[in-house]
């Protein structure tokens, strides 16, 4: 293991670009320091868990996307079909929640139906290290002006 800073690994995207997309993002807060939303898998938020290793749930195995999975996520953003996504951003990091299969109903029936939440769906980290003081910076300003979140949706 090295003693280089897990920031000093963080391409510049994440750090710049990544985080402008960020504040774009239709927010809203749970709590002292939690934003969340409901989104899109887009072409950043790809490019931002390209390097990054993903969780499996249920099960919480840890792996990396293979570039065949990525190509096809890429694929469907250029189709103008992304997948949905629920973004999920504390003190400590990013969450992106994503689900490949079924995943027109997603994140609405893992909210209203416990049987959804058999089906398998990805979590990556982004880590609060990785989006830097920017990061940081522009957590505290969203969390400023976001709304609460409606009770439909459960505690990130």
Known sequence: MSDTPEAAFAPAFLQGSFIEYLKTLPWCSQGDDTLVAVYKLTT???????ES??????????VKLPRSVLMGLQQKCDEEQPLP???????AGLEIWF???????????????????????????LSAAKLGDA??????????????????IPQY
């Open 85 to 91: 996504a629920v973004l999920v951003w504390k003190k």
């Open 53 to 62: 290793e993903v969780k499996l749930f249920p099960g919480g195995m840890i």
């Open 44 to 50: 950043e938020v790809i490019e931002a868990v390209r």
């Open 99 to 125: 689900r490949r299969q079924k995943s027109a109903d997603f994140p609405y029936d893992t909210w209203s139906d416990p049987a959804a939440l058999t089906i398998e769906r990805e979590k990556g980290v």
């Open 135 to 152: 990061g940081a910076a522009a957590h505290a300003e969203l969390l400023g002006k976001a709304k609460e979140c409606p009770t439909m």
